[in-house]
Every structure is written in structure tokens, then in C-alpha cells.
């Protein structure tokens, strides 16, 4: 058995298996309780609470770190939507200024196109005016040539000058037909 | 003998205190190793704390750890109302935990190899569950016994084995805590007996007590692991025997 070097034996101690010495029981229980409430009071108030409230202020801290990130993505989700307003406002002005010239242009067009087309019209009627005159002129003129030659023609043919109004109407019947 | 394994569990006066009654007490070296136990987790916990630091250091996150375990294993057997247990179950977490790590060192004294310790820290929580069941509850307490949807026939039976398994629990509670402790310190210094045995007979006994002395180390790397959860058991059981006085229906 073990024979112990220490000289303050505890007395029982001689064949009993330690563990169910009840002689040591006393003073195991005594220092377990000393030791387990001191250890208990500076846990409940003092190791405890220290830990849990730098773990509670870091989620704290981690929330509104969240919160501000969040507010902060919503300013910005507003500035990119007041951006892409004014972008689709500038493009509908634009497209409007752009529908609005082409529009006057081409009543612009279209007006200078009408005065220009009358204008035409009004010199296209005068030439034909002036060319009807001319025919004219110039039926009247065959005429008279017609009739010369026709009273020149019969004056060699019979020696003789046929009446004016004979000629006239000969003539007058040869151009009709 | 150093090559007795029972020597280990050995209670020494080291020093006298006082009397109560007939019966003297003394510091002894399983006080030593309790007030050790006390002083190492205050400084471990009170000192990793101390920085308050938002990113935390090595023993601050250490410390935390082991807070949200203790604080996530309670919440998750006994529910949000059982972290008023909070400091009991961590105390008792802890203590064991760092009686049963500071064990393992050799030349060391293991407190949670005698029973009367085990048996003191079982009925301590016992008691907290008798209590509290009592004070919370009042007489609906005893539905602990009576499970819902028995047939009236069997019920004396279901309750007579209800009200029995509730009695064995500080035994069972404590003697699993101190078997394990009791069995796995033996178990070392078996084997740790036997390196010296061979050692001592020749070239060929220093070869072949690397046998034990590889056993031994293995062992220790299994003994730590059920140091840790010896400790863990213990916790958990409380937390589901708090549960019960908690919420006492089935």
C-alpha cells in the first residue's frame, strides 16, 4: 500500500479506497462550498455581465452599423433614381425639340413649295397665253400670206386680179377643210 | 508507491482550519486545487473582458466563446427563461471544465474524482430544480409525473416510474461525472506504471515500453476530450433538469 512520505496522515486512511474516505468528506464540502459561491458571485456579478454586455454593445454596434449602410443604399438608390429621371426628362426634351423643328421645317418646306409651285403655274398659264396669241397671230398672218398667194396664183393663172372677198372666202374655206 | 494507481486520489491535509463540531476541518489538497480552479477561470474571464475591445484578442474571444456556449446550450434545452440559470449552469460548467483540465496534468489532483464532490454539485441543482418547481409552479409541479395521453389504467405504473427516474437523477448525475474522472485517472497511471516496470528490465523493456508510452499518450488525448464533455454532460443535464422545472408539462 502506499506508504506516504507526507506525515500528516488522514487517520481511516489505511485500506480505504480514497474517494469513500468519509473522514474528508467535512472539509471537501466546506472548501467546495467556499470556492463554488466565490466563484459564483464573481461570475453572476462581475465576469457575466462584463462579457455580456461587450458582446451585446458589438451587435449593437453591428446593427446600426447595418441600419446606417442601408440608409446610406437608399440615398443613393434615390440619387440614381433622380439621375435617371432627369436623363429620361432631357431625353423627352430633346426628342420634343426635335419633332417640334422638323415639323416647322417641313411646313416651312411645304409653304415655300406652294408659293414656288404658284408662281410657276402662274408663268406656265402666261406662256400658253402667249403662245395661244402667237397661234393666233400667226394663223391670221398664214392668212393673209394665203390670200396674197392665192390672188397672185389666179392673177398668172387668168391674167386678171380676183375680188378681194372672192379670195377671202376661197381661202377661208380652203383652210377649214 | 508511485506506481500505485489509487495514490493519485489521496486526500492530504495540508493545513488545519478549525472544528465544526467534532469534525475537523482542514485546507486540504482538493481545496488547494478548488481555490485554483476559482482563481484561474476569475482571471481567464475577469481579465479577457477587461479591454472591452470591439475586435476581440485571443483570450477575449476566448472568453466570449465560452460565454455563447454556455449561454446557446441553456437557451436551446431550457428556452429563453432559463438564462436566469445562467450564471449556476456557467458556474458549473466552468468549475467542472477546469478541475477536470487542471486534472490531467501530471502530479496533479483531480477534485471531480471523489464522489462527494460530484454528488454536492448533483444535488445542488436538484435542489434548485425542487425549489424553483415548487416556488414557479406550485402543486401543477407534480404534472412533471403525469405524462398527457396515458391510459387511466397504466397511469399508477407511468407515475410510480416517472417519480423514480426523477430521484435517481442526482445519482445518476453525479456518479457518471465522477466514474468517468475515477476510471480514465486509473486507466493513466496503469499504463504509466507499466513504462516504468519496463523501463527498468533492460534494453529490451525500454523498447517495448514505448507500447505503453504511446497508449498513455493516446489515452490523454481521450481523457481531455471527456474531461470537456464530462463537463458539457453535466451542464446539459441541468439545463434539461432546470427545463423540467421551467416547464413542468410533458
Redesign the interface.
Known amino acids: ?4 512520505s ?1 506525515t ?1 496522515q ?1 487517520s481511516g ?1 489505511k485500506g480505504a ?5 468519509s473522514t ?10 467556499i ?2 459561491i ?3 458571485v ?3 456579478k ?3 455581465p ?6 451585446e ?2 451587435q449593437k ?1 453591428i446593427a446600426d452599423d447595418i441600419a446606417e449602410a442601408g440608409a446610406l443604399k437608399a440615398q443613393s438608390d434615390a440619387a440614381l433614381a433622380a439621375y435617371e429621371k432627369a436623363l429620361a426628362d432631357a431625353r423627352a426634351g430633346a426628342q420634343a425639340i426635335a419633332n417640334e423643328t422638323r415639323d416647322k421645317q417641313a411646313a416651312e418646306a411645304e409653304a415655300r413649295r406652294k408659293t414656288l409651285e404658284d408662281g410657276l403655274n402662274a408663268k406656265l398659264a402666261e406662256a400658253e397665253k402667249t403662245i395661244a396669241a402667237t397661234k393666233q397671230a400667226a394663223m391670221a398672218n398664214v392668212r393673209g400670206i394665203a390670200a396674197d398667194a392665192t390672188k397672185a396664183i389666179v392673177e398668172r393663172l387668168i391674167g386678171k386680179a380676183p375680188a378681194d372677198t372672192a379670195v377671202d372666202a376661197a381661202v377661208g374655206e380652203a383652210l377649214k377643210s | 508507491m508511485a506506481t500505485d494507481p489509487i495514490h493519485q486520489f489521496q486526500i492530504v491535509n495540508l493545513f488545519p482550519v478549525g472544528k465544526i463540531g467534532h469534525t475537523e476541518i482542514a485546507f486540504t489538497n482538493s481545496a488547494a486545487y478548488m481555490v485554483a480552479a476559482v482563481v484561474i477561470i476569475s482571471i481567464f474571464l475577469i481579465a479577457g473582458a477587461s479591454r472591452r475591445a470591439l475586435v476581440p484578442g485571443r483570450i477575449q474571444s476566448a472568453a466570449e466563446l465560452t460565454y455563447e456556449f454556455v449561454a446557446n446550450t441553456i437557451r436551446s434545452t431550457a428556452g429563453t427563461e432559463g438564462m436566469k440559470f445562467f450564471p449556476f449552469v456557467f458556474t458549473l460548467f466552468t468549475f467542472i471544465l477546469t478541475v477536470n483540465l487542471v486534472g490531467l496534468i501530471p502530479y496533479t489532483f483531480t477534485v471531480t474524482t471523489h464522489i462527494v464532490i460530484t454528488a454536492t454539485l448533483a444535488l445542488s441543482v436538484f435542489l434548485t430544480v425542487l425549489v424553483y418547481g415548487f416556488w414557479k409552479n406550485g402543486l401543477h409541479f407534480f404534472n412533471l409525473f403525469v405524462p398527457k395521453g396515458i391510459p387511466v389504467y397504466i397511469l399508477p405504473l407511468i407515475v410510480f416510474i416517472e417519480v423514480l427516474s426523477f430521484l435517481s437523477r442526482p445519482i445518476s448525475h453525479s456518479v457518471r461525472l465522477f466514474a468517468n474522472m475515477l476510471a480514465g485517472h486509473i486507466t493513466l497511471k496503469v499504463f504509466a506504471s507499466f513504462i516504468t516496470l519496463l523501463g527498468g528490465a533492460g534494453i529490451f523493456g525500454i523498447v517495448g515500453a514505448t507500447l505503453p508510452l504511446a497508449l498513455v499518450v493516446a489515452l490523454t488525448a481521450l481523457e481531455l476530450l471527456v474531461a470537456f464533455l464530462q463537463a458539457y454532460v453535466f451542464a446539459i443535464l441541468t439545463c434539461i433538469y432546470l427545463n423540467d422545472a421551467i416547464h413542468p408539462g410533458h
Open positions: 500500500m502506499a506508504t506516504n507526507h500528516e488522514p486512511h479506497f480514497p474517494p469513500f474516505d474528508t468528506f467535512a472539509s471537501q464540502l466546506v472548501w467546495l462550498a470556492t463554488f466565490v466563484l459564483y464573481l461570475m453572476a462581475v465576469a457575466l462584463k462579457i455580456g454586455g461587450i458582446i454593445s458589438r454596434r
